[in-house]
């Protein structure tokens, strides 16, 4: 089955500049790779998602990069800032399965 | 519109109860899943619902554990003979689902199962 493997498990950062977070996975048949940010005691909540079919994606200050060959996507986040401050998890679906595979998560930082 | 809700918020329970954790997912929404969140971890799979096909069970830790969802709604989680590390919040989400392409997953507020 699919297996997602995120890094770094915490991530600290001067807010102002970027934070990257990255995810490999295993199942080269997903298709779909949503990341979702949790606050504490909160709902895990969609920020950006994307499909095999594109390589990247930007909303405002988050990005998403996806190398299909190697098998794994990034998470950007430029001028970072305290709101930023969560649990980050990475997710591969699609393929061969139909619910997603999520990463351990990284808890972001954000000091003013 | 209404959002993925679930019920109770909280419950706390002995060792050896059984407990009902309900989820309401979003009007429309053909896949139902169930995930685990223990205290500062990860999302753990627990069970998929999809339309009228065989849930996939896969994710279940044990057969304590085991769900329904009647009518292709509302889904019910049920943990029989509770273990204290079966303490976690247990998320539901639901979505579209169209065929083979996934979906955006929406997520309830959870509940926070605490076993004594």
């Known amino acids: 089955g699919e297996n997602v493997e995120q890094h770094p498990s915490t991530l600290s950062v001067q807010e102002g500049d970027s934070a990257v977070i990255k995810c490999t996975y295993s199942?080269?048949?997903?298709?779909?790779f949503p990341w979702y940010k949790q606050e504490l005691g909160k709902r895990p909540q969609l920020i950006i998602d994307?499909?095999?079919?594109?390589g990247e994606k930007k909303d405002q200050r988050i990005a998403v990069t996806l190398n299909k060959t190697a098998k794994h996507f990034s998470l950007h986040i430029t001028e970072t800032q305290p709101e930023d401050s969560a649990v980050y998890f990475c997710a591969a679906g699609g393929g061969s399965q139909g619910n997603l595979i999520f990463g351990k998560g990284t808890k972001l930082s954000v000091k003013p | 519109g209404a959002g993925v809700s679930q019920s109770p918020s909280n419950k706390v329970t002995e060792k050896g109860k059984d407990v009902e954790l309900r989820c309401d997912p979003i009007s429309g929404h053909t896949a139902l899943y169930w995930y685990r969140q223990s205290l500062g971890q990860g999302l753990e799979f627990l069970i998929y619902?999809?339309?009228?096909?065989?849930?996939?069970k896969s994710g279940l830790p044990s057969d304590r554990f085991s769900a329904e969802r009647t009518g292709g709604s509302v889904s019910t989680l049920t943990i029989q003979r509770t273990q204290q590390e079966d303490s976690a919040v247990y998320l539901c989400?639901?979505?579209?689902?169209?065929?083979?392409?996934?979906?955006?997953?929406?997520f309830g507020p959870g509940t926070r199962l605490l076993v004594l």
């Open positions: 994307i499909r095999s079919n594109v």
């Open positions: 989400a639901s979505s579209l689902a169209l065929g083979l392409t996934q979906e955006t997953q929406y």
């Open positions: 619902f999809q339309g009228n096909s065989a849930p996939d």
């Open positions: 199942d080269s048949a997903s298709n779909y």
